[in-house]
Structure formats: C-alpha cells, structure tokens
C-alpha cells in the first residue's frame, strides 16, 4: 500500500480560499485516479472530487462544489491538490485524499487527514 500525507488545512473565515495537498509516497499516483473525500463530525466520509489518471476526466460531488472547488494533480510531484474557494462553514470537515474507490478499492493507507474549519 502507498501513504498519503494531507496538509493545507486551517481555521479561516467564510469566503476564503485554502489549497489542500496530498503528497503520495510508495506508489504513484500516475498509475491511479485520484479523489478527495471529506468527513464532518457524527458524519460518515463522503466523496468530494475526482481526478482521472491522465487529468482528462474530473467529477465533483456537487453542483456548489463544482463552480468554487478545483481539483488539481501533478504526477511528477507525486502530489495531489484541491484549490477551495469561497468556503462556507458547511465546508468544515476533515479532508483526506485516496484513488478514486469507484474504481474498485483504496489502493493507498488512509493519511491522517487535513482539517478545515471554516467561520461564519
């Protein structure tokens, strides 16, 4: 299995912007597509955006998503990113990334995750 290691999380207030890293070790992720998934308190994790291998085909859980969030992935840095924009305090969870589990499975250990808290 390859490890993940997420950071860029932080306190901020409502409309701010945060860019989440995922630095991948012990696998590529050039072999994978790739996914953030995000966790609220007392809430099961849910899956946020996807990026394929290539970065020709990216997905978003939502439509608000979609139109403030970017996912991002460079395969030479072994790295995968989510530029969030215009946060809102119901973007307030812990952020972790993993392959796209549509794809089958989890193909790396879950990291410890990045928290975000957003204010109002």
């Known amino acids: 299995q390859g490890q993940l290691d997420e950071s860029g999380g932080g306190l901020v207030q409502a409309g701010s912007s945060l860019r989440l890293s995922c630095a991948a070790s012990?696998?590529?992720?050039?072999?994978?597509?790739m996914a953030w998934y995000c966790q609220a308190p007392g809430k099961e994790r849910e899956f946020v955006a996807s990026?394929?291998?290539?970065?020709?085909?990216?997905?978003y859980a939502t439509y608000s998503v979609k139109h403030r969030f970017t996912i991002i992935r460079d395969n030479a840095k072994n790295t995968l990113y989510l530029q969030m924009n215009s946060l809102e305090p119901e973007n307030t969870a812990m952020y972790y990334c993993?392959?796209?589990?549509?794809?089958?499975?989890?193909?790396?250990?879950w990291g410890p995750g990045t928290q975000v808290t957003v204010s109002s």
């Open positions: 993993n392959s796209d589990y549509r794809n089958g499975a989890y193909y790396f250990d």
């Open positions: 012990g696998r590529n992720i050039s072999d994978y597509n």
């Open positions: 990026i394929s291998w290539s970065g020709a085909n990216i997905n």
